[in-house]
């Protein structure tokens, strides 16, 4: 199991939360922004290793999860 305990997962996202947003200076518009781009980046990343483009997997709507 990843997580010995659903709390161990909370944790670990608010951590990761306070680092964003600490990272932002406290601007949440600019931590959402550098969220969506780094999850662009992944998708692309994924899509790249899988040989599967955006139309293959829904269209570019489909990249924003």
Same mark, same amino acid.
């Given at each position: 199991?990843?997580?010995?305990?659903?709390?161990?997962?909370?944790? =670990? =996202?608010?951590?990761?939360? +306070?680092?964003?947003?600490?990272?932002? +200076?406290? +601007?949440?518009?600019?931590?959402?922004?550098?969220?969506?781009?780094?999850?662009?980046?992944?998708?692309?990343?994924?899509?790249?290793? +899988?040989?599967?483009?955006?139309?293959?997997?829904?269209?570019?709507?489909?990249?924003?999860?």
């Amino acid at each position: 199991m990843l997580f010995a305990r659903l709390s161990d997962m909370e944790d =670990l =996202l608010e951590s990761a939360i +306070d680092a964003i947003l600490n990272s932002a +200076d406290g +601007d949440v518009r600019q931590a959402m922004r550098a969220i969506l781009i780094e999850n662009v980046r992944l998708q692309a990343e994924l899509n790249r290793r +899988d040989g599967a483009s955006p139309k293959k997997v829904g269209g570019p709507k489909a990249m924003l999860h």
